[in-house]
């Protein structure tokens, strides 16, 4: 059996209480707690900081760990010639050569009769420049020729 529609709307209590022919206000959702808009948004927002922060700290290791390795390969490297005779100058050249030209570096010699050390101390580059300064350093020795 069908039901009629005995003197009511057909709009189902969207227009009650207004008058006949006019429009209805455009409808808004129902928010009974007050409203959240926008709230997607401030969470997107919030993670997106934290994981631009943890990418950022990673390429902060990655350039540490490479600078150390540099470290070790510029000292080795410099010792290899301040271990020739008569060659205690151009070890700094040499150990600048062996790494790459963006990265700063220092060199000490040191060592005796029979052997030599260099230490490499590398710069590590800040991802934040200004932030913060961190510093690697790697010896190596060598027997004199």
Known sequence: MRRRNRGRSR???RNCGRAPGR???PRRAHRPDGG??????IEYGGWLVLLLFVAMAAV????AVYAAQQAG?????AARVASQK???TGYETAGRAAMSSWLDAGFALSGGADEVTVRA????PSVVP???SLRTSKSATMPRD
């Open 23 to 25: 429009d209805p206000e």
């Open 36 to 41: 959240d808009r926008g709230q997607a948004v």
């Open 11 to 13: 709009d189902r209590g």
């Open 60 to 63: 902060q290791v990655g350039l």
């Open 86 to 88: 008569e060659a205690d």
């Open 121 to 124: 101390t590398v710069t590590v």
């Open 73 to 77: 390969t510029a000292a080795r490297a």
């Open 130 to 132: 200004g932030l913060f």
